[in-house]
Antibody, heavy 123, light 109 residues
Framework: EVLLLESGGGLVQPGGSLRLSCAASGFTFRNYVMNWVRQAPGKGLEWVSSISNSGGSRNYADSVKGRFSISRDNSKNTLYLQMNSLRAEDTALYYC????????????????WGQGTLVTVSS | SSELTQDPAVSVALGQTVRITCQGDSLKTYYATWYQQKPGQAPVLVFYGRNNRPSGIPDRFSGSSSGNTASLTITGAQAEDEAAYYCNSRDTSANHLVVFGGGTTLTVL
């Protein structure tokens, strides 16, 4: 069974930083593209970032480019999201999502999701 | 970036058929993927590609596509199908990116 467990969320002041983690199990982590997707309270889903299976290719939504950095440690089966210069509009539940396919770039087909970790940016 | 447009809300009588649509230029190139999200839960993949339903998803869920419009059809809607439904696809305006629709809240009457 695929399991994705996010952690690292919390309350942070505007301009601050947080690092989210997503511990994966139940599949061969190094073979799959991984993604972060967020959902602001009461709003829809927004794709944030994706990383290729090797970590060599990383892509970001315009809304976070230059502030967020995605990475992975295949030896630890863990995905990360480093979030800097946080803004109030970054407040959301952040989901880790596994790509359905094992190719090197996202297919936009997310077949497994974690339960999310809540990030609140407020003074 | 590209946009995907969904009707905010749709309702269906119990046991009837409902179609949820998703429109956008990226759908001329890529198939839509569909997710179901119930309150307080993570999204669940319900349909993807030309004609693919993940294991465990009832066969009353089906998908189709024409031009810039993709549709998710629920044939014989059940009370447990009441949820928000989101479409997404690759973004043609900027490769390697992903775009989501705004979501459709389905009410089963």
């Amino acid at each position: 069974e695929v399991l994705l467990l996010e952690s690292g969320g919390g309350l942070v002041q505007p301009g601050g930083s947080l690092r989210l983690s997503c511990a994966a199990s139940g599949f061969t982590f190094r073979n799959y593209v991984m993604n972060w997707v967020r959902q602001a309270p009461g709003k829809g889903l927004e794709w944030v970032s994706s990383i290729s299976n090797s970590g060599g290719s990383r892509n970001y939504a315009d809304s976070v480019k230059g502030r967020f950095s995605i990475s992975r440690d295949n030896s630890k089966n863990t995905l990360y999201l480093q979030m800097n210069s946080l803004r109030a509009e970054d407040t959301a539940l952040y989901y880790c999502a596994k790509d359905r396919s094992g190719i090197s770039e996202t297919t936009a087909e997310f077949d497994s999701w974690g339960q999310g970790t809540l990030v609140t940016v407020s003074s | 970036s590209s946009e995907l447009t969904q009707d905010p809300a749709v309702s269906v009588a119990l046991g009837q058929t409902v179609r949820i649509t998703c429109q956008g230029d990226s759908l001329k190139t890529y198939y839509a993927t569909w997710y179901q999200q119930k309150p307080g839960q993570a999204p669940v993949l319900v349909f993807y590609g030309r004609n693919n339903r993940p294991s465990g998803i009832p066969d009353r869920f089906s998908g189709s596509s024409s031009g810039n419009t993709a549709s998710l059809t629920i044939t014989g809607a059940q009370a447990e199908d009441e949820a928000a439904y989101y479409c997404n696809s690759r973004d043609t305006s900027a490769n390697h990116l992903v775009v989501f629709g705004g979501g459709t809240t389905l009410t089963v009457l």
